[in-house]
């Protein structure tokens, strides 16, 4: 039932919905949307999470560290790497045994993780990564810090303040766009006020959280952490987890509300409350595992209750967040895959890790990004979540291989790229291009149909917004087409470009605007596809081409018209008068008679010319009148009918063909059949004309009749105005023509 009813709604210019809502936003006055204090309010929100981040870096630039880089060896252990202090400069590339400080000794011969608790899958390492930050955190607090290496070197080194240099680029790196996400997260909540942009707002805020958080943490140096975060555990996880909630209940209300998203939102909230509680209370066994898998059970619940929605109403935006969904949650699946197997060989691995868990970060915060600004996003926004979601499978790979066949570091690294430039090149499609759509016309087939709407709309300017949506139709194959009446200034995207509004222009003539009328297209692509800001531009230039090619006509039949007027002008003025003093000065009546016909024929040359167009009902008031005159001074009875359904307006051929006809059948009734009554009688319907001329005169044997310049005259210009013509003998007496023209109108 749901697909007859969309089947129905797509076959018809009616709407499911109603035109008023598209009416308000259409008169709603733009321009003062951002003005007053949103905008005021976005730059004080702009400010305080520029000072929040700088006061972030300056307490993490107080937080003392020794001023040394190290990379993990074979078995875990710290191997230096480089150092900016004179005195370890010298021992780079010696491993680190022991670090002591007064009481604290810190016994490192069997190595020691320095990555986040939050993604370490193993309990027991877990444990032990807390252990060892706690002894990190002793160590620094009892003052100067002695290094022993492996070849019985001692160095004794006084932490100093970690500085801007020691935060290290990833944090860096991170830092710009979880600014970005935030900022993105209050111009959506400013820009419209309600329950959904809250959420995303919340979302952006823990993701902005968790970048920060991963960026600090990425660095390799001996530093001490926080005590409060010393388990980082619960408080990311719970930020994941938030994210997750806030998600699936965002999309039981948008793009529309499904039934049941109460009891869904309280549902996923309730879950989550109840699992933070938990992991803060009690020591939960496998936490990773329950963590993760009720996050990949939270992105489930999101994709069903968005196929939910786009079955209830077939809306875009909702099948472009399913395909977001599946990507994240596919690279989740991927990078968790790949934590798991660097478990096995934690020491080889825990680098790649770090970079996996970074780059799927950085992805999932560019679909966020990208969301709020699907329809009005740049190539290069676009592109940018693509990259990251390619580094996030490239990375991951790369642990896979590494942690699994312990490849070498450049092997996998090549072989990892190399897939993942596959997957790139296949999901391509399925991301962006089924997401934009491609263009149902092609370029030549738009023009084609460009230039047929514009003769048409020359022809009948009221039918201008009725030939400009079948354009549209066949462009973007809208599941719906609504007609608002309200002016836009230009196309553009609604909402979350599940809309585009066209406005329907004036034809090109002064004067001729017309009523004010806008067409809004609703679901592109038969709900498969989101409305651009490319799509807005074509339908611009669309719009704008046909009111030139419509002018361009105007001006093309305004510049005949006048060159028709000026040569009947001339003919008037010139070869009419020469003939009328001919036909004045003439001694032989013959003559004087074949001037007059001459004469005749140069008024309907010259009517003709000077007028392009003629109403059918004031030709026919025309032809009877003329017809009447010239029967009445040759002593013939006319017995005249013209029925019509329509009153079209004949053009220059036309009329002057039928006008022509006419008066050659008449003239051969008067001269020729020696007729005492004439019966003409036409019919106009549904476009077809049917014209019969009967005398009651001599002839006889139309058949073997030889056709001269006058029946063949009569036969040609029928030919041109696309009909056939019979001649036959009367019932009675005399000869009966008749004249078939099926579509007349069709052939103005």
Excluded at 104 to 114: A, C, H, I, K, P
Excluded at 593 to 603: G, S, V, W
Excluded at 606 to 629: F, V, Y
């Amino acid at each position: 039932m749901a697909h007859s009813a969309r089947g129905r709604a797509a076959s018809s210019d009616d709407s499911l919905f109603e035109a008023s809502s598209f009416e308000r936003v259409l008169s709603a006055r733009r321009p003062s949307r951002w003005m007053g204090w949103r905008r005021r309010l976005l730059v004080a929100v702009a400010l305080a999470g520029c000072l929040g981040l700088f006061l972030l870096v300056r307490l993490l630039t107080h937080t003392p560290l020794i001023d040394a880089q190290w990379q993990p060896g074979p078995r875990g252990q710290l191997i230096l790497k480089s150092s900016s202090d004179p005195a370890l400069s010298a021992y780079t590339g010696l491993t680190l045994l022991v670090a002591s400080a007064g009481d604290t000794v810190l016994d490192l011969r069997g190595g020691l993780r320095l990555g986040a608790p939050r993604w370490t899958v193993d309990d027991t390492e877990r444990r032990i990564q807390v252990q060892a930050r706690n002894s990190v955190n002793r160590l620094f607090a009892s003052g100067p810090v002695s290094l022993r290496f492996d070849d019985g070197s001692v160095v004794v080194v006084t932490p100093k303040a970690r500085g801007f240099g020691g935060l290290g680029a990833a944090f860096w790196l991170l830092a710009a766009p979880a600014l970005m996400l935030f900022l993105v997260g209050a111009v959506v909540v400013l820009a419209k006020p309600m329950k959904v942009n809250y959420l995303f707002a919340l979302m952006a805020g823990c993701q902005s959280i968790s970048l920060l958080w991963i960026g600090f943490d990425s660095g390799a140096s001996l530093a001490p952490v926080v005590p409060l975060f010393v388990d980082d555990t619960p408080w990311r996880l719970g930020l994941d987890l938030v994210t997750s909630a806030a998600a699936v209940h965002g999309f039981s209300m948008y793009p529309r509300r499904i039934r049941g998203s109460g009891a869904i939102g309280m549902a996923v909230w309730g879950t989550v409350a109840v699992a933070l509680l938990v992991i803060s209370q009690v020591e939960v066994p496998g936490l990773w595992w329950w963590g993760q898998g009720l996050i990949l059970l939270l992105g489930l619940i999101a994709v069903w209750v968005l196929t939910l929605s786009y079955r209830e109403e077939p809306n875009p935006f909702a099948a472009v967040m399913r395909r977001f969904a599946v990507a994240a949650l596919g690279t989740m699946v991927v990078v968790d895959s790949a934590l798991v197997a660097a478990d096995w060989q934690p020491a080889m691995a825990q680098g790649v890790a770090a970079s996996a868990v970074l780059v799927w970060s950085l992805f999932l915060a560019s679909l966020m990004v990208l969301v709020p600004f699907l329809s009005k996003a740049r190539q290069l926004l676009r592109e940018f979540a693509m990259l990251a979601g390619l580094s996030t499978l490239a990375t991951s790979l790369d642990l896979l291989f590494i942690s699994l066949f312990s490849l070498e570091q450049f092997a996998s690294l090549t072989l990892a790229v190399f897939i993942a430039l596959a997957a790139y090149a296949g999901a391509r499609q399925w991301m962006l291009d089924q997401m934009l759509g491609s263009r149902v016309l092609t370029t030549e087939r738009t023009f084609e149909q460009l230039y047929r709407i514009a003769r048409e709309v020359q022809k009948q300017p009221e039918r201008r917004a009725v030939l400009l949506s079948q354009l549209l139709r066949e462009l973007f194959e809208p599941l719906e087409l609504l007609h608002v009446p309200h002016a836009a200034p230009r196309a553009r995207v609604l909402a979350d470009g599940s809309a585009l509004v066209v406005p329907v222009r004036g034809g090109g003539a002064p004067g001729d605007e017309g009523e004010p009328l806008s067409l809004v297209l609703r679901f592109a692509r038969r709900g498969r596809r989101i409305f651009t800001r490319e799509d807005a531009r074509l339908t611009d230039r669309i719009v704008e081409q046909l009111r030139r090619a419509v002018a361009y006509d105007r001006a093309v039949e305004r510049g005949r018209t006048e060159e028709r007027m000026r040569l009947a002008q001339d003919l008037h003025d010139d070869i009419g008068a020469r003939l009328l003093t001919l036909m004045y000065k003439s001694q032989d009546p013959e003559i004087e008679d074949y001037l007059r016909h001459t004469l005749q024929d140069l008024k309907t040359l010259t009517r003709g010319l000077a007028a392009s167009n003629h109403r059918l009902s004031h030709s026919i008031a025309e032809w009877k009148s003329d017809i009447q005159q010239r029967l009445t001074a040759a002593h013939i009875e006319l017995a005249w009918s013209f029925v019509f359904d329509e009153d079209p307006e004949l053009s220059v051929v036309q009329w002057s063909g039928l006008t022509r006809v006419l008066r050659e059948l008449v003239s051969n009734a008067i001269y020729h059949a020696r007729a005492n009554r004439l019966e003409i009688r036409a019919s106009l319907e549904g476009g077809k004309l049917h014209l019969v001329v009967a005398d009651d005169g001599i002839g006889r044997d139309p058949g073997a009749w030889s056709h001269g310049l006058g029946l063949g005259g009569v036969r040609k210009r029928v030919k041109q105005l696309g009909g056939q013509v019979a001649w036959r003998e009367n019932d009675g007496q005399g000869i009966v023509c008749e004249v078939s023209i099926p579509d007349l109108l069709r052939r103005g």
